[in-house]
């Protein structure tokens, strides 16, 4: 099984950037896909973006598309999520998750492990 750890939220002024980690253990996660997930409090849990575990394709939701860009170190075990020019409606608890699926995957009920989360605000 594979455990994820994520860093790097914190609170940036609109226009900022931030960049994600996601730190893995297990020797699985280079055979697994990576995805990015969101939520606001009350709402619901939104795919932000995807990466095969080759790194070779990514998929992203079309409110990010242009301005976040996911990748992976295998060799590092670990998966990133840039983010550049944030808005205020990117506030939310960003979640990475994995999957052993050969697809890339906006769906969340399909990613099998999940990290604990971490808090990106944006201040207006």
């Known amino acids: 099984q594979v455990q994820l750890v994520e860093s790097g939220g914190g609170l940036v002024q609109a226009g900022g950037s931030l960049r994600l980690s996601c730190a893995a253990s297990g020797r699985t996660f280079s055979h697994s896909a990576m995805g990015w997930f969101r939520q606001a409090p009350g709402k619901e849990r939104d795919f932000v973006a995807a990466?095969?575990?080759?790194?070779?394709?990514?998929y992203y939701a079309d409110s990010v598309k242009g301005r976040f860009t996911v990748s992976r170190d295998n060799a590092k075990s670990t998966a990133y999520l840039q983010m550049n020019r944030l808005k205020p409606e990117d506030t939310a608890v960003y979640y990475c998750?994995?999957?052993?699926?050969?697809?890339?995957?906006?769906?969340?009920?399909?990613?099998?492990?999940w990290g604990q989360g971490t808090q990106v605000t944006v201040s207006s």
């Open positions: 998750a994995g999957h052993r699926r050969s697809l890339v995957t906006s769906e969340a009920s399909l990613y099998d492990f």
């Open positions: 990466i095969t575990w080759s790194g070779k394709s990514t």
